[in-house]
């Protein structure tokens, strides 16, 4: 009689050997299985494939060319065989699947050929702006004062050679545009920086003498313009502008940007008379020295605008207690005073020496700890969001000045808030 554990080990061995045989088995079956599958895919890509091209030979014989032809369309890319009838069914969705195909090809070649000739042209252009611009054609920061090119391409001998359907301009076509692109960069130039010019010496904006420039050569009118742009450059004198209510030096961006409407500008100088040669000698700057650039770097514009606004609100008070003073049957009224007065003795700015910075960076790093964390404090933006590494980036652009003649440290708030004010005790 056998024992429990022999029994055990006979049972192990018979479900061994079952598992074993069905091991073997299915594996034959899964290989089996396999490589039906790859003669099934293999039947069908076959299949498909004959369909393709009798399909390809059909249209071919319509007339239709090779590189149009629908390989991917929902009747073509079938795995059934074609047969007349589905043919017949199907002959006219692929045939317009084929003219879609050849009009898509032809729009695109088209479009390839035409930006040939844009780019053809528009080298021709910017050549133009290069003669234009003179001997401040490379000079980067009046970059941009030349009109859109947009005025050329308006120009009727170039809007017949962008029509003309060809690859390219050929030189010859090139060299015909070329004195014309020439003649609307000087205008377009002589336009914006005699505006300027009229702008900055108190002159009506559209004021020019049409005759004297029409009886200069081309390189007269380029060295005269060029008189003119160093002029401007050099000008300690800004631009008002009366909407965004700062002050901008030539060549800035802004004045030399598209959207710019010279009905808003003014000399600064008529807004503020001394306030820019106060804020040069409050630094330690002559005003005699300094040119127009170097003093955009130097003063920034939110200085200014800070004392105009300060101006502004002053101007109206007193126009309020004047009117108050009219009004009332007894005149006491309190005594307004204009602490932002640039004409005072004392110092307006204080420069952004190295003591300075240090100060001022200590006082917005503790009010960063003591309210940097409360969003409501910044408009909902919490500068904690941005990285520290941005941080430290944007450390050394929050000093350029510091306003002496009120309580608050005046200098361009970090990119990260919102609504930042730093209150700091008088110097």
Not at 174 to 192: F, H, K, M, N, T
Not at 283 to 311: C, Y
Not at 357 to 371: D, F
Not at 391 to 404: D, N, S, T, V, Y
Request: proline content about 4%.
């Amino acid at each position: 009689m056998d024992t429990p554990a022999l029994a055990n080990a006979r049972l192990i061995e018979r479900l061994q050997k079952y598992v074993d045989n069905r091991i073997e088995s299915g594996s034959k079956m899964n290989a089996w299985h396999m490589a039906a599958r790859e003669w099934k895919y293999a039947e069908l890509a076959k299949v498909k494939e004959e369909r393709k091209t009798s399909i390809f030979a059909k249209l071919l014989d319509l007339g239709h060319s090779e590189v149009d032809f629908p390989r991917w369309h929902v009747e073509v890319n079938k795995s059934v065989a074609l047969s007349d009838e589905e043919w017949e069914r199907i002959r006219p969705t692929v045939e317009r699947a084929a003219e879609s195909n050849k009009n898509s090809r032809i729009w695109r070649q088209s479009q390839r050929r035409r930006n040939e000739r844009s780019r053809h042209l528009t080298a021709v252009w910017n050549g133009a702006v290069v003669v234009a611009s003179g001997t401040r054609a490379f000079n980067f920061a009046e970059r941009g004062a030349c009109p859109n090119m947009n005025d050329f391409f308006g120009f009727e001998n170039v809007l017949a050679l962008m029509s003309a359907d060809t690859d390219g301009i050929s030189p010859a076509d090139q060299d015909s545009v070329r004195p014309e692109a020439i003649r609307i960069a000087i205008q377009g130039r002589r336009r914006y920086l005699v505006k300027l010019d009229n702008v900055l010496k108190g002159l009506p904006v559209d004021q020019t003498d049409e005759e004297e420039w029409s009886s200069l050569s081309d390189d007269e009118a380029i060295s005269k313009l060029d008189t003119i742009a160093a002029e401007l450059a050099q000008a300690v004198n800004g631009f008002w502008d009366s909407n965004r209510r700062t002050v901008d030096w030539y060549p800035s961006s802004y004045l030399r940007g598209p959207c710019l409407d010279l009905g808003y500008l003014s000399p600064a100088e008529g807004v503020a008379p001394g306030l820019i040669a106060k804020m040069l000698e409050s630094i330690g700057k002559d005003l005699n020295t300094e040119a127009g650039a170097v003093t955009n770097w130097t003063l920034g514009q939110r200085p200014i605008s800070h004392f105009l606004e300060k101006k502004v609100w002053f101007d109206k008070a007193s126009l309020a207690r004047e009117k108050a003073l009219t009004e009332a049957s007894s005149p006491s009224q309190p005594t307004f005073f204009n602490d932002h007065d640039w004409n005072s003795e004392a110092d307006i700015i204080a420069s952004d020496s190295s003591h300075e910075k240090a100060r001022v960076t200590k006082l917005q790093n503790q009010l960063e700890a003591a309210y940097g964390n409360d969003p409501e404090d910044y408009d909902g933006e919490d500068f904690t969001n941005r990285s520290g590494r941005f941080r430290k980036q944007e450390l050394g652009k929050r000093i350029h000045r510091i306003c002496r003649l009120c309580p608050e440290g005046f200098s361009p708030r970090p990119m990260y808030f919102a609504t930042l004010k730093i209150h700091i005790e008088h110097m």
